[in-house]
């Protein structure tokens, strides 16, 4: 997931012409059985069990069915969609290219939650996202899906969630990586038994933040995989930056799901559930800029993530 949305299960409906700003996630796993690939499993509040490391098709260009055959085969098999990313059908080819069973992949499928926006103003969409999660609450009782997730709530909105509702999320997918690691807000879903799926977990390597972004002062940080710490401590284990930044997520205990279409990239991904000693995770605990790439709250005319970490005018680290 990488662009900040609202988003609900494939079977609500949603009115179409509307922006959005959060979304709710349907997870599905018709059985918990996995082919053997060396990727940990993280159990969820559901008892479900999801794979570590995966992979999005947001933003995903050229032979995209493919794309997501080769990085099963790769041994991912998480795969985060959404109709939003109008990659619907390319995703089912992909599926069935890879020759696994489908019992053997997490699909973490979704659909918006629509906001309108009205006279410059944004209309909270709160009792709208309540009432669709006790809607799909109905839908994991029959068994159809494993686990239910949010995406992109603020603290304050959650509570709301879990207030006004009985299913706590089994899963809150968001920005995180080493220049925004949300720390509080992780562990306060973690007290609550939520498990977090990273996105963007390479923060401004995503073009699509660069392009939208590009006036902001984050957007011309150095990379993240170019950080001196994180190619220092690749080369003692003789992995790549990246390599990195996705250990340090599993070894958090958190899900990632990076995008890519090249083979070796696949493969480097698949290839980075390793441990990191407790120096090393320091070390990359220090970079923490509270730097959010993915924030369209002037494009909605309403503050996004109003009580973490992260928003616009309210950073208080480094900016180069």
Same mark, same amino acid.
């Given at each position: ?48 069990? $999801? ?12 032979? &995209? ?47 918006? $939650? ?15 996202? &309540?009432?669709?999660?006790? =809607? ?12 239910? %997730? ?10 709301? #969630? ?7 999320? =089994?899963?809150?997918? !968001? ?26 977990? #390479? ?9 939208? %972004? ?30 990195? =930044? ?6 958090? %205990?958190?899900? &990632? ?8 990239? !696949?493969?480097?991904? =698949?290839?980075?559930?390793?441990? #990191? ?44």
């Amino acid at each position: 997931m990488n662009v900040a949305t609202r988003r609900v299960c494939a079977a609500m409906p949603l009115p179409t012409g509307q922006r959005t700003a959060q979304r709710l996630v349907n997870l599905s796993l018709q059985q918990q059985r996995y082919q053997s690939t060396g990727i940990r499993r993280f159990k969820l509040n559901t008892g479900a069990e $999801i794979p570590a490391i995966g992979f999005g098709t947001f933003h995903g260009e050229g032979d &995209v069915a493919g794309a997501v055959a080769q990085n099963i085969k790769a041994g991912l098999r998480l795969v985060d969609t959404a109709r939003v990313y109008h990659v619907e059908k390319e995703v089912g080819e992909g599926l069935k290219q890879s020759g696994f069973p489908r019992e053997e992949i997490f699909l973490e499928g979704a659909e918006n $939650i629509s906001q309108e926006m009205q006279a410059g103003k944004m209309i909270r969409g709160e009792t709208h996202f &309540v009432d669709t999660w006790k =809607a799909m609450e109905k839908i994991l009782k029959t068994g159809k899906t494993k686990a239910l %997730g949010i995406s992109n709530f603020s603290k304050a909105e959650l509570e709301l #969630l879990m207030k006004e509702t009985n299913v706590v999320p =089994a899963v809150h997918q !968001m920005e995180v990586h080493p220049y925004l690691q949300q720390k509080d807000f992780n562990a306060w879903l973690r007290s609550k038994g939520i498990h977090v799926i990273q996105f963007s977990p #390479l923060g401004n390597m995503n073009r699509f933040y660069r392009e939208t %972004g590009w006036s902001k002062d984050i957007s011309h940080m150095m990379r993240v995989i170019d950080h001196p710490v994180l190619k220092d401590i690749g080369k003692k284990y003789g992995k790549s930056a990246v390599q990195v =930044a996705l250990a340090w997520v599993v070894n958090n %205990g958190r899900s &990632v799901i990076p995008m890519t279409t090249i083979d070796w990239m !696949m493969r480097e991904n =698949a290839e980075a559930d390793f441990g #990191l000693s407790s120096e090393d995770m320091k070390a990359i605990g220090e970079l923490d800029l509270k730097a959010r790439f993915n924030d369209p709250s002037l494009d909605y005319q309403w503050q996004l993530y109003s009580d973490l970490d992260g928003i616009e005018g309210r950073q208080d680290g480094k900016t180069h």
